[in-house]
T-cell receptor, first 113, second 114 residues
Framework: DQQVKQNSPSLSVQEGRISILNCDYTNSMFDYFLWYKKYPAEGPTFLISISSIKDKNEDGRFTVFLNKSAKHLSLHIVPSQPGDSAVYFCAASGDFGNEKLTFGTGTRLTIIP | DAMVIQNPRYQVTQFGKPVTLSCSQTLNHNVMYWYQQKSSQAPKLLFHYYDKDFNNEADTPDNFQSRRPNTSFCFLDIRSPGLGDAAMYLC?????????????FGPGTRLLVL
């Protein structure tokens, strides 16, 4: 049972445009959501997170939006740069036995120069 | 720089031949994790240590074992690797087992089983 879903395995975006990566979750006990970025032959690196008490968190070119009622979050990258080409994983955790991270299957983002 | 180190980066083993993957960290984190990741799949948690307290995921096969001799090091032992165990193995650490705590990952060890 996939509790965190990233339904788009891949996404291509023109350099300079906005990249929007989506993530859905089913477990209403999740309170914290994280995005990780992974380059080939490297481990995932933490990018940005959001807790359920917020609906938006911004860090430079990266913004994460959370819609709790829809159990949906999205990562916006603007403007997109070639170095953003990577696999992006959405992950979630919560209290009461959900402290470990549950990952989605990832979205491969390709930025076209 | 504080970091998570995994050795080797690539490991080739034969079907049924025991293999050990290693992970070390300079972050002084209490929690260490081992994940298995196969192509186009989410990282799958195998087990974690909170200090010396070992916690196995319910669906982790008995073929996988782990040791944590001290805070800095953690090992993944695969007793009898099968072809289905070929994957990327990721080690991660966090300061606490708490919702919202960031996990820091090593570069991974890619295991090939012949």
């Amino acid at each position: 049972d996939q509790q965190v879903k990233q339904n788009s395995p891949s996404l291509s975006v023109q350099e300079g445009r906005i990249s929007i990566l989506n993530c859905d979750y089913t477990n209403s006990m999740f309170d914290y959501f994280l995005w990780y970025k992974k380059y080939p032959a490297e481990g995932p690196t933490f990018l940005i997170s959001i807790s359920s008490i917020k609906d938006k968190n911004e860090d430079g070119r990266f913004t994460v939006f959370l819609n709790k009622s829809a159990k949906h979050l999205s990562l916006h990258i603007v403007p997109s740069q070639p170095g953003d080409s990577a696999v992006y994983f959405c992950a979630a955790s919560g209290d009461f036995g959900n402290e470990k991270l549950t990952f989605g299957t990832g979205t491969r983002l390709t930025i076209i120069p | 720089d504080a970091m998570v180190i995994q050795n080797p980066r690539y490991q080739v083993t034969q079907f049924g031949k025991p293999v050990t993957l290693s992970c070390s960290q300079t972050l002084n984190h209490n929690v260490m994790y081992w994940y298995q990741q196969k192509s186009s799949q989410a990282p799958k948690l195998l087990f974690h240590y909170y200090d010396k307290d070992f916690n196995n995921e319910a669906d982790t096969p008995d073929n996988f074992q782990s040791r944590r001799p001290n805070t800095s090091f953690c090992f993944l032992d695969i007793r009898s690797p099968g072809l289905g165990d070929a994957a990327m193995y990721l080690c991660a650490t966090s300061s606490a087992l708490q919702a919202g705590k960031t996990q820091y990952f090593g570069p991974g060890t890619r295991l090939l089983v012949l």
